[in-house]
C-alpha cells in the first residue's frame, strides 16, 4: 500500500500527540499507467502514471487540475562535443525539449548557405575576395570617372637616368615619367621598344 511515514501530529488548538503506527495510508493514490486513470476523478484523488512518469492531482472533483512531471530529470543523448548541441531527454515541463537529436552549429555557422545556382555561390570564399587584385567584377575606368586617366607607370624614386632596357618588359609606356631624386632631373618615355627605349629629358630649368 502508499503510505507516508509520521512520527506526530498537531491537532489545532492542541498539543503536539505522537502516532503510535506512525503511518498515514492514502486511499485515494493510485499508481498505473497513464492511459488507464479515470477521466472523472475525484477530489484530493492521486494518480501516479508509471510509463509517462507524470503525477495527476484533483483538487475539485471530475478534472485533473494538476500534472506534475515527477521525475524532474534532465538527460542528454550523446556525447557533448565542440560545435554540437544534443538533444534534451526528459524535459517535459523543465526546458523545451527539442525535436532533432544533433544539430551542427558549425555546419550551420561556417558553411555556406543553400543556393539554387550552389555553382555560382561557391566561387565567393570568405575571406579571399577582399584581398583579390584582378578586378573580379571587370570595373572598368569610365565606370569610375577614370577614363581620361592613363595606367602609365612612373619611377618616383630613381638614383640615376633611365636606360634604353627601362622598357615595355619593365612596365613602362609611352607617357611614362621617371624621377632621378639625386640629379633632380625628369624623364619622359617617348619609346618603350624593348632593349630600345627611348626616354627624354624634361626638367625645367631652375631660373
Not at 45 to 71: H, N
Not at 136 to 149: A, I, S
Not at 165 to 170: G, Q, R
Amino acid at each position: 500500500a502508499n503510505s507516508i511515514e509520521l512520527n506526530r501530529v498537531i491537532v489545532a488548538g492542541g498539543e503536539a500527540t505522537a502516532i503510535t503506527d506512525k503511518r498515514l495510508f492514502l486511499a485515494n493514490v493510485m499508481v498505473g499507467l497513464d492511459d488507464a486513470k479515470t477521466a472523472t476523478p475525484t477530489k484530493n484523488q492521486v494518480y501516479i502514471a508509471t510509463d509517462t512518469e507524470k503525477l495527476y492531482i484533483c483538487f475539485v472533483d471530475d478534472t485533473w487540475d494538476q500534472v506534475i512531471p515527477y521525475p524532474n530529470t534532465v538527460t542528454k543523448t550523446g556525447d557533448f562535443t565542440a560545435g554540437k548541441i544534443v538533444k534534451i531527454s526528459n524535459a517535459s515541463g523543465i526546458v523545451e525539449q527539442g525535436t532533432n537529436t544533433d544539430i551542427e552549429v558549425a555546419e550551420s555557422v561556417t558553411k555556406k548557405h543553400e543556393h539554387d545556382n550552389k555553382t555560382e555561390l561557391d566561387k565567393i570564399t570568405i575571406g579571399d575576395h577582399d584581398v583579390k587584385t584582378d578586378n573580379p567584377h571587370t570595373v572598368t575606368k569610365t565606370q569610375v570617372d577614370l577614363g581620361n586617366v592613363e595606367n602609365l607607370k612612373v619611377k618616383l624614386d630613381a638614383t640615376s637616368a633611365p636606360t634604353v632596357n627601362d622598357d615595355v618588359n619593365e612596365g613602362y609606356s609611352v607617357g611614362s615619367q621617371w624621377i632621378d631624386v639625386n640629379s633632380l632631373r625628369a624623364y619622359l618615355c617617348f619609346d618603350n621598344e624593348e632593349g630600345a627605349a627611348v626616354w627624354k629629358e624634361i626638367t625645367v630649368p631652375a631660373e
